[in-house]
């Protein structure tokens, strides 16, 4: 005796519904993420843009995510979707090339920062040694000793800093790389599945 499946339609129109609230909730959940780390914008600020961007690019799989479970439960709205895919996935890879100049350009400022307060230090050292009224309680020894102590220390802050700019930064872009070719991914195929 041969058995015959039937296609439930109404499991199939349920578990539409169900992807297109959880879609729906994700997309929300991501823009109202972005709107309050974006709030108060300062597009001028280094480090609000790499903030802001860092953020967009840990949080950006929630928007993958949600936008390929809405275009799978919203036939009417595949191809306003599409088009907002291929447009955020193009944006995202753009993002990377503003997140690589200013990481670059903190990294370079960071490293300022950190030699003009080390030098500053060195200044006080030397001033103190050329004063016999503040250098009285401090030995030549002990001074050049802490002039090293600054020297090292900053060192060790300048590689620091560049480390943990560089490895935020990869991390960041990776993500936002990766996101924007899902989202592009997403939109060439909702774009088939809305002419099929």
Not at 18 to 28: D, H, K, N, Y
Not at 39 to 45: L, S, V
Not at 93 to 118: E, F, G, P, V
Request: proline share 3%; hydrophobic share 45%; net charge positive.
């Amino acid at each position: 005796m041969a058995t015959t499946s039937v296609p439930n339609s109404g499991s199939s129109s349920g578990a539409k519904i169900l992807c297109r609230i959880v879609g729906f909730t994700c997309l929300a959940g991501f823009v109202i993420d972005m709107l309050a780390l974006g709030f108060p914008p300062d597009f001028g600020n280094l480090e609000w843009r790499i903030g802001f961007l860092q953020q967009l690019g840990d949080r950006s799989i929630i928007l993958l995510f949600g936008t390929a479970l809405t275009i799978y439960g919203s036939r009417n709205l595949i191809k306003q979707l599409t088009l907002i895919c291929l447009i955020l996935g193009i944006v995202f890879h753009l993002s990377c090339i503003l997140l690589i100049r200013d990481s670059l350009t903190l990294q370079q400022q960071t490293d300022k920062n950190i030699t003009a307060q080390a030098a500053q230090l060195q200044t006080q050292i030397q001033s103190t040694q050329a004063n016999p009224q503040a250098a009285r309680n401090l030995t030549p020894e002990q001074l050049q000793q802490a002039s090293n102590i600054v020297a090292s220390r900053a060192e060790t802050l300048r590689q620091g800093a560049k480390t943990g700019i560089l490895k935020t930064g990869i991390s960041s872009i990776g993500n936002l790389i990766a996101v924007g070719f899902g989202l592009i991914s997403l939109g060439r195929c909702g774009a088939r599945l809305s002419k099929g």
